[in-house]
């Protein structure tokens, strides 16, 4: 409960916070009634990305007939996309209560589940409490454990060990997050290496060739090579503006399009454009269509990430460079073979990292020099940015698995 003034202060900040307020509390909740025979599975993640992270885990379970899913995030952007893709998969959707015990317990006593199940990074101690004192099996999906995270989890390792104690059973994401949990304090037999569910999905739908050409005529940016900064993060959106006019020396035709990881950030970004791009013609998706033929496109709107991906050429993927370390997904242009870059800081898809370039999908960079150089080289080689899609979907096509194996470990809990 000390932590309730920070939590409050930050969500202020994100913004969306009004909306359904009180259901973080507990309050004003839309929840049916379990219908009878149902076995119902309380599934939480945190954000945007774990919830597009977890679809095809949603699917496969809101396909068997006994199971309802009631969904919870913490996020407003993560709500809204919620709303928008799963409403016809899950009884209901809501905000994650805080993890204080009266406002936990009331929501325990509201949704009534058979499971609960956490995705990726989250560990509640009032919810596995209720979990374990309902005796609920409490499951984490898709475990992992950034560098970073992990060291911070060490220092504090009594406390993790109590919540994993609560843990019914982790499906880790690799090998090295399994041996992070077990040091942390979970039992081992309780930790099972499933692999990766996002590296495990099938992006729908898949564009052609000519819809790709509509969408990037009516968004300004039809002709030419087109560079993707993926979700980036503060200072990498002035790299791509230097590694583009380098670019543009080469080729008077190239485009630009940054989807910033955090939308809220579209005024600080306006002001660095006026400031570094003024000479260019720049917009911000979520102001409506240009009204002209565009350099630069600011994708300030949400949960349209792999579609953009598909009408690029060579992406850089964002939260990858210093003073950044954990990297933001790499996956979505792996599955769609598009070719990219990436600083050295990726520790949050280490595994995914190293099968990337193990397969020569993608480049890595240490700074931001090389970066714009790589970019460079790539923006006037079709046939390397050719072979590395081709190292992309070869990458893809080994990780597969992992869905059909955490649904598995799931069910089995159904049937104890």
Not at 297 to 326: N, V
Not at 387 to 401: N, P, R
């Amino acid at each position: 409960m000390l932590t309730l003034p920070g939590y409050l202060v930050h969500i202020r900040k994100r913004g969306g916070y009004r909306k359904r307020f009180g259901t973080r509390f507990g309050r004003g909740m839309d929840i049916p009634v379990k219908r009878a025979g149902a076995r119902r599975i309380w599934i939480q993640a945190v954000s945007l990305g774990e919830m597009l992270a977890i679809e095809p885990l949603l699917k496969a379970l809101a396909s068997d007939e006994r199971i309802e899913i009631y969904l919870t995030v913490t996020t407003s952007t993560g709500y809204a996309l919620a709303l928008e893709k799963y409403s016809e998969l899950a009884v209901g959707i809501s905000y994650f209560p805080i993890d204080f015990y009266p406002f936990s317990s009331r929501v325990w006593d509201r949704i009534e589940p058979d499971i609960a199940i956490c995705a990726e990074t989250e560990l509640w101690p009032e919810h596995t409490h209720q979990a374990v004192k309902r005796g609920i099996p409490f499951l984490l999906v898709n475990g992992r454990l950034s560098d970073r995270s992990f060291k911070r989890a060490m220092k504090l390792r009594g406390f993790f060990r109590t919540v994993l104690l609560n843990t019914a059973q982790v499906y880790a994401c690799s090998e090295l997050d399994r041996d992070r949990y077990v040091a942390l304090g979970a039992p081992s037999e309780r930790v099972v290496t499933t692999g990766n569910i996002k590296v495990d999905v099938a992006i729908e739908p898949v564009l052609d060739p000519v819809t790709c050409s509509s969408m990037r005529a009516e968004m300004g940016i039809s002709d030419g090579f087109l560079l993707l900064g993926s979700s980036t993060w503060p200072g990498e959106e002035e790299m791509l503006i230097d590694a583009f006019r380098a670019v543009r020396e080469h080729d008077d035709r190239a485009r630009l399009m940054i989807v910033p990881r955090h939308a809220e950030r579209r005024h600080e970004i306006e002001a660095m454009l006026r400031e570094r791009a003024s000479d260019l013609a720049f917009h911000f998706k979520s102001r409506g269509l240009p009204e002209r033929e565009l350099d630069i496109l600011i994708a300030d709107t949400h949960g349209e990430l792999r579609a953009l991906t598909q009408l690029a050429d060579l992406a850089f993927i964002g939260k990858s460079l210093p003073p950044h370390t954990e990297g933001q997904t790499p996956v979505e242009c792996g599955v769609l073979g598009k070719a990219m870059v990436f600083g050295s800081g990726m520790s949050n898809f280490r595994s995914i990292r190293e099968g990337l370039l193990q397969y020569g999908a993608a480049r890595e960079v240490s700074d931001e020099a090389e970066a714009i150089a790589t970019i460079l080289d790539l923006s006037q080689d079709p046939a390397k940015r050719g072979k590395m899609g081709e190292g992309g979907k070869a990458w893809h096509a080994s990780c597969k698995g992992a869905v059909e194996r955490t649904v598995k470990g799931v069910l089995s809990w159904l049937d104890r």
